[in-house]
């Protein structure tokens, strides 16, 4: 077939960890058409990135290609040279990154980045380069596309950044682009932008593309057919509305499920206390105050999402919170005593009541530390257990958090997955039997499904002990989930606050509205009717100041 | 810019301060040692009075922070005082011995800067490779010698028995540039030994770490061509590591050199400052240590602000 791009056949890749090599990519095909765009789909470690990059017959380090064919325009890759190769890459198949503030070299303007493609290659001269980059700066509708290029990756957004990457990759105009998670990394509104950014030029350039993504809503916006993938290898492939509508294998739909899960039922606070109040508080590091006259509270068995995108201030308010940061003005209310502001000046129990859970279990837990001590640090700590008492007492912990104390009470973190190192974090967290648990994106370093088990337990703790949960979050879905009550932050302030049934349902504050409405959904036409609705009523689409 | 220069000037101020520090740690540990230069001088035979009145002769008899206060009035005109052993102008007889210390320092380092980098780089280049392995082991083994063993042993081989170099290293004033290379030839290549192994083994850690980046990555995925990456991509942003490791391995090069010298009798500062330490002949001793720290502060400070210098945060700020 004249119009076949790129044909994998029976593709293994192999990567090598600690001496052992062990398969990444197991015997796989890929098919790419001129003008197409594939998604790949599936969770961390499905090989998605290593087959977006076999494209370009490139492994990273510790990696290698064992078997199988890779034909890009009627041409075998895996027969060329090193410098056959160099001349395809960056000309004709180019490559966006999922973190374009580190894949953007910090020494130099953006604009040389770009220019370097073509004067390298010899397809373009300097000026013309210049003047081309300019051109697609304007495209990919950066601010100021005649002055931006000559800025340094420190000193644009993120959002601009990874447009500016998009247009970089189409420097030579080439007739494959990989996109490897290129909204990931940035917050939802952001997100939106650069998607149609990116959606709009593939086809004004009819360039095919490989979009390889854990969202499958993003993917269902941007390809055409999409390939499901598991552990290296396919586990479904279908055009993009057939497998929305009807997908076959168990797996797949699995992936459609997984924000099924609702907190069954809604808490609303009674007691005239609260467990928690954060008082009129203002606070921030150096001149800067990085929140502004915050005042919310959550009560006994209740769950409070923070929302709001990065620099908004969610983080500093659990820190505030917690002691480590003391305000500048107001105070934090525990059961109706003013706390004291740094955790200095707490006393133990003041201590104990407020238990955090953090995003990366991985930095959390340490590595040195067998569970059975990092559970039982707490016990020895805060209340006092020792010898038989606080052994039964870890093993009924670790049988609360669901997993088997005869089996992992004696491992070490690295012998634990993702979701199994969280639900330890759980298990410490509960250990100091607080009142209160500050849980800062505990779900976001998490695959969707185990996400969704961490969500069911820690649902299922909070009413066996009427625990209180504040939720930072910048994931709506979740908050849907499992929220009672929202608080929107933005810029350090709080925009709006209430019920989750009353701040989900309008009418909505404007940037409520702009934050709900920029969550991808799994509708393939979605991302077009979104557009089209915000071009027509001119609302808030951008919060961002730089 | 003005943010850069501020950032300079700060620095400068800290080292000022820190060599104001040491020099009060200096002159506090030197008046810990037992027994004084009047003891010293006179022998153990000599009766209280007449200790005494050397002690006297000599001012050792004021309080010690009055001393102190003199000494640094003395230093800030430039004058670092008198030996007490033999009433000698200090910075007389310090400067002929700087200069053959940072003569044999230099000689050191010229060697062993660039073969650091060279070598350092391309084990980055090809990690795990014989030529990385090897290196590694040979650097491995010549960083766990003490530097006075390799002293000896080359002093064994390449003077006793094949008598190609001098075991003492002789220099005076008019000892000509040729013939003084040759004399300092085992004490750099002692030095070179510690240093080079150092260095080259700091230049290619933190070039595999700078490697790993994803703008590196993404510079290959643009099809640039390797020496491009390298020169174009790594090095910019490889200044400011490298330049720490050279300023430490340097600022270890002369503060370091004391044994060495004392080995091969080389007339240096270290050499001195040891022979005014068991002399107590305490404004030698106090005169040598600050040009030690003085040294290891102006070199980390030039490492300080080759970082500033060549970060582009700093550089082009928002």
């Not at chain 1, 459609?256 to 809604?266: D, I, L, Q």
């Not at chain 1, 190192?421 to 695959?447: G, M, N």
Request: with cysteine; charged share 20%.
């Amino acid at each position: 077939m004249t119009n076949r791009l790129l044909e994998i056949r029976n593709l293994e890749i192999d990567g090598e960890s600690d001496e052992v090599w062990h398969e990444i990519i197991k015997g796989l095909d890929l098919d790419l058409d001129r003008g197409e765009v594939l998604g790949l789909i599936g969770e961390s470690g499905a090989g998605k990135s290593t087959l977006g990059l076999a494209a370009m017959n490139f492994v990273r380090p510790g990696c290698r290609i064992r078997e199988g064919t890779i034909r890009f325009d009627g041409q075998e890759l895996t027969a060329q040279s090193e410098t056959t190769l160099r001349k395809l890459r960056g000309v004709r198949i180019a490559y966006v990154a999922q973190s374009a503030a580190a894949s953007f070299n910090p020494a130099h303007q953006l604009i040389d980045q770009f220019s370097e493609i073509p004067v390298v290659h010899n397809v373009k001269n300097r000026r013309d380069a210049e003047a081309d980059a300019k051109d697609l700066y304007r495209r990919v509708l950066l601010p100021d596309p005649e002055g931006i290029g000559y800025r340094y990756p420190h000193q644009v957004s993120g959002g601009q950044l990874q447009r500016a990457m998009t247009a970089m990759a189409l420097s030579c105009r080439p007739d494959l682009i990989i996109f490897d998670e290129p909204t990931t990394a940035l917050d939802v509104t952001t997100q939106i932008e650069v998607l149609t950014t990116i959606r709009d030029i593939v086809r004004e350039f009819n360039t095919a593309a490989i979009y390889i993504s854990h969202d499958l809503a993003v993917v269902a916006q941007m390809a055409d057919r999409i390939m499901v993938l598991r552990y290296g290898e396919l586990v479904e492939e279908a055009a993009t509305r057939d497998m929305m509508s009807n997908p076959k294998m168990d797996y797949t739909k699995s992936l459609w499920a997984v924000r099924s899960f609702k907190k069954e039922t809604e808490t609303v606070g009674t007691e005239i206390n609260p467990v928690v109040k954060i008082d009129n508080v203002t606070a921030g590091y150096g001149q800067e105050d990085i929140l502004k006259n915050i005042t919310f509270e959550i009560h006994r068995g209740q769950t409070v999402a923070i929302v709001g995108e990065s620099g908004s201030g969610k983080s500093t308010a659990a820190r505030v919170i917690t002691g480590l940061l003391p305000p500048r003005l107001g105070n934090i209310q525990f059961n109706g005593k003013v706390l004291p502001k740094s955790f200095k000046a707490r006393n133990k129990d003041q201590l104990r009541h407020v238990q955090m859970i953090y995003q990366m279990a991985d930095t959390a837990l340490n590595p040195r530390q067998r569970i059975r001590n990092i559970i039982g640090r707490p016990l020895s700590f805060y209340l006092n257990l020792r010898g038989q008492k606080k052994e039964e007492r870890i093993r009924e912990l670790l049988s609360l958090i669901e997993l088997e104390p005869d089996l992992y009470i004696d491992r070490y973190p690295d012998e634990l997955s993702g979701g199994q190192k969280q639900r330890v974090s759980i298990a410490r967290a509960l250990a100091a039997e607080p009142e209160f648990i500050i849980c800062d994106e505990v779900t976001s370093a998490l695959d969707q499904l185990v996400a969704e088990g961490i969500l069911r337990l820690l649902d299922r703790l909070q009413r066996e002990f009427n625990l209180a949960y504040m939720f930072i979050t910048h994931d709506l879905a979740t908050v849907k989930a499992i929220a009672d009550n929202v608080v929107v932050m933005l810029q350090g302030e709080i925009v709006e606050q209430g019920r989750k049934t009353d701040v989900f349902s309008p009418p909505h504050h404007e940037y409520t509205e702009l934050l709900l409405s920029s969550v991808p959904e799994m509708d393939p036409d979605w991302l077009n009717e979104l557009i089209a609705h915000r071009e027509k009523h001119g609302v808030m689409t951008s919060t961002s100041t730089s | 810019m003005n943010r850069i220069l501020l950032m300079v000037l700060q620095r400068f101020g800290l080292g000022l301060l820190t060599l104001f520090v040491v020099s009060i740690i200096i002159f506090v540990g030197v008046e810990f040692l037992p027994g004084d230069i009047a003891e010293a001088l006179l022998g153990q035979g000599a009766s209280p009075e007449n200790v005494a009145a050397l002690r006297h002769e000599l001012g050792l008899d004021r309080p010690a922070h009055i001393r102190y206060i003199d000494w640094w009035a003395g230093v800030m005109q430039g004058d670092l005082g008198t030996s007490l052993a033999n009433r000698r102008d200090i910075a007389e007889l310090i400067t002929f011995r700087l200069s053959n210390t940072l003569f044999l320092a230099l000689t050191a380092a010229a060697v062993s800067v660039p073969l650091a980098l060279i070598f350092g780089v391309l084990a980055a280049l090809y990690r795990n490779s014989i030529y990385d392995r090897s290196v590694n082991v040979v650097t491995l083994g010549a960083v766990s010698a003490p530097e006075f063993l390799t002293a000896y042993v080359l002093i064994l081989y390449f003077s006793v028995k094949l008598g190609w170099f001098p075991s003492l290293s002789n220099i005076d004033a008019n000892t000509s540039f040729i013939n003084k290379l040759h004399q300092v030839t085992l004490p750099a290549v002692t030095l070179m030994g510690v240093i080079l192994a150092y260095m080259m083994r700091m230049v290619r850690a933190s070039i595999i770490n700078l490697l790993a980046s994803a703008y590196i990555e993404m510079a290959h995925l643009k099809g640039m061509p390797k020496l491009r990456v390298i020169v174009k991509h790594a090095l910019p942003n490889a200044w400011a590591p490298i330049a720490n490791i050279i300023a430490i391995s340097l600022a270890y090069l002369v503060v370091g050199v004391v044994v060495v010298e004392v080995v091969f009798i080389y007339p240096g500062l270290g050499q001195l400052m040891v022979d005014s330490v068991s002399n107590r002949d305490i404004p030698v001793v106090q005169a040598c240590s600050m040009i030690f720290a003085g040294t290891y502060i102006l070199l980390n400070l030039t490492a300080d602000i080759v970082s500033i210098c060549t970060n582009p945060r700093l550089l082009h700020p928002k």
